[in-house]
T-cell receptor, first 111, second 118 residues
Framework: QQQVKQSPQSLIVQKGGISIINCAYE??????FPWYQQFPGKGPALLIA???DVSEKKEGRFTISFNKSAKQFSLHIMDSQPGDSATYFC??????????WGAGTKLIIKP | GAGVSQSPRYKVAKRGQDVALRCDPI?????LFWYQQALGQGPEFLTY????????KSGLPSDRFFAERPEGSVSTLKIQRTQQEDSAVYLC????????????????FGPGTRLTVL
């Protein structure tokens, strides 16, 4: 019930394309769903986050789509750039507590 | 700087040695988390502090792992008699709000300490 499943494990996208990463969760008590970006040798940094009372949140080129009934959420990166190449993690938590993480997606943007 | 800092950044230990990893959270942050990140995996929760109180240590993998935050600021994760399976990146994160509270829930992460046990 605590798991967060993330796919794909790796993704290669052409520059300018749309990158899509998907996550599914089981615990309906989760109330916070962040996406973190991690570069090699660095700690994770928050990219964008959503709460289950909205179905979509957009910040610049990054959009989270949230489907509460399906218990799924996804990250869309529009106009993907080489600088977006990193590992992306979805996560979930309940009331500011420990984050439960997906396994990560290694994204490579080809110039 | 204003971010979470961790030291050392890299630590190599011989099997059986004790190690101590330090975390300096963002000033004023009440909550502090330790996570363990194995190579190619997502972080996994180890323990949680609210100020100086360790409210949850359910993620600590064995009694060789010990964490403290005596003055509610700096935290130390200690691993006794290190084993090869302890090799990982240890991440520290801090948050302004307490567990159970409403409001911003972003956890700010440090760069991590990469521990290699030979």
């Amino acid at each position: 019930q605590q798991q967060v499943k993330q796919s794909p494990q790796s993704l290669i996208v052409q520059k300018g394309g749309i990158s899509i990463i998907n996550c599914a969760y089981e615990n309906t008590a989760f109330d916070y769903f962040p996406w973190y970006q991690q570069f090699p040798g660095k700690g994770p940094a928050l990219l964008i986050a959503i709460r289950p009372d909205v179905s979509e949140k957009k910040e610049g080129r990054f959009t989270i789509s949230f489907n509460k009934s399906a218990k799924q959420f996804s990250l869309h990166i529009m106009d993907s750039q080489p600088g977006d190449s990193a590992t992306y993690f979805c996560a979930a938590s309940r009331r500011n507590y420990q984050l439960i993480w997906g396994a990560g997606t290694k994204l490579i943007i080809k110039p | 700087g204003a971010g979470v800092s961790q030291s050392p950044r890299y630590k190599v230990a011989k099997r059986g040695q004790d190690v101590a990893l330090r975390c300096d959270p963002i000033s004023g942050h009440v909550s502090l988390f330790w996570y363990q990140q194995a190579l190619g995996q997502g972080p996994e929760f180890l323990t949680y502090f609210q100020n100086e109180a360790q409210l949850d240590k359910s993620g600590l993998p064995s009694d060789r792992f010990f964490a403290e935050r005596p003055e509610g600021s700096v935290s130390t994760l200690k691993i006794q008699r290190t084993q090869q399976e302890d090799s990982a990146v240890y991440l520290c994160a801090s948050s302004f709000v307490t567990s159970g509270a409403a409001g911003s829930t972003e956890q700010f992460f440090g760069p991590g300490t990469r521990l290699t046990v030979l």
